[in-house]
């Protein structure tokens, strides 16, 4: 049977917030029943936008991160309460409206925050992917609410058999957030994860103190080129993922003036990215935690040919 998908690409998200208000605007102060109760004016973000800013001024960029409901497979809101909590045949997973009410305990049991408590009416909600949207042939549109206002076509929606989507995925560089530390299998998969959840390299170049464009900069670790990228106008190298799990000390960031250049005659050199200071996104520590919670020290600095 086809199943319902959700894919996000981090890199067109601009926390523009559309997604947010289309789903206030399509739960709050609106009944439907069979489905969630409505949804309070504060307090709950059933698609929530999380931010991390990576780098330091002038070296540094934020990626943003839509959180709906990653509608799991292996639901761990699921196993904690069975009975209250299930999986629809394509895929999304539901909480009853009726069953959940009195019971706080079920917003502890998702591992992404994404069920809140309703006060007024005291019971647990989270985002159900518009499902009676998608249930109703008169809805045009045809996907949930927070896709259908994106205007970067950041989110997608996918009715696919697995075995199809499962294609679309490695083809795309789709994957899930956290999901090898969950084992959840969500049906909601990230596109360039990488840029919220591992750390980069940045650097610029100066040759007798001015810019120096057009400079090669290899990214190199146990001998192995892990990318390349030309310096532009201002001397200056994009950013490099760092997708490696190899200490600092094993990297080596080289920059060669191109040969066009030959008014330049001193030797091209390689330096060693360690004792270097990246701030922490969040909290202004001089160190970052990558993806995978692992303390970790990387640079954003200038290059002195």
């Known amino acids: 049977m086809k199943q319902t998908y959700m894919t996000i690409d981090v890199a067109l998200c601009h926390d523009c917030n559309n997604c947010f208000m289309a789903c206030k605007d399509e739960h709050v102060a609106n009944d439907w029943p069979g ?9 709950h973000r059933w698609i929530n936008i999380e931010r991390r800013e990576r780098g330091v001024y002038a070296r540094n960029d934020v990626a943003y991160l839509p959180m709906p ?24 997973v539901m909480i009853d409206p009726e069953k959940a009410k009195g019971n706080n305990a079920l917003v502890d049991s998702c591992p992404f925050g994404a069920i809140y408590w309703n006060e007024e009416l ?25 896709v259908h206002s ?16 499962e294609k679309l995925a490695q083809k795309e560089g789709l994957e899930g957030y ?27 170049v100066l040759v007798n103190g001015d810019c120096f464009e057009n400079a090669t900069a290899t990214l190199k670790s146990k001998g192995n080129v892990l990318a390349t990228q030309k310096t ?18 094993m990297s080596r960031l080289q920059a060669r003036r191109p040969p066009a250049r030959p008014s330049s005659t001193m030797t091209p050199r390689t330096w060693a990215l ?15 935690r990558n993806g995978e919670g692992r303390r970790s020290l990387f640079p954003s600095l200038f290059l002195n040919l």
Not at 182 to 189: A, G, I, T, W
Not at 232 to 249: A, I, V, Y
Not at 274 to 287: A, E, P, T, V, Y
Request: charged share 20%.
């Open 35 to 43: 489905y969630t109760a409505p949804q309070p004016r504060h307090g």
């Open 232 to 249: 532009n106008f201002f001397g200056n190298s994009s950013s490099m993922p760092w997708k490696t799990e190899n200490t600092l000390s």
């Open 150 to 165: 994106c205007p970067t076509g950041s989110l997608k929606f996918y009715q696919m058999e697995p075995a199809e989507f």
């Open 274 to 288: 360690s004792n270097c200071l990246l701030l922490d996104n969040r909290l202004g520590h001089k160190s970052i």
């Open 178 to 204: 956290r999901s090898a530390e969950l084992k959840n299998e969500p049906h909601v998969l990230y596109k360039n994860l990488h840029k919220y959840t591992k750390n980069f390299i940045t650097a610029g």
């Open 122 to 146: 005291n019971v647990a909600q989270k985002c159900t992917m518009c499902a009676h949207l998608l249930d109703d042939k008169t809805w045009k549109p045809g996907v949930p609410r927070c």
């Open 69 to 92: 409901c990653q509608q799991c497979q292996e639901a761990h809101c699921m196993k904690a309460a069975p009975d209250v909590i299930t999986r629809r045949p394509d895929g999304l």
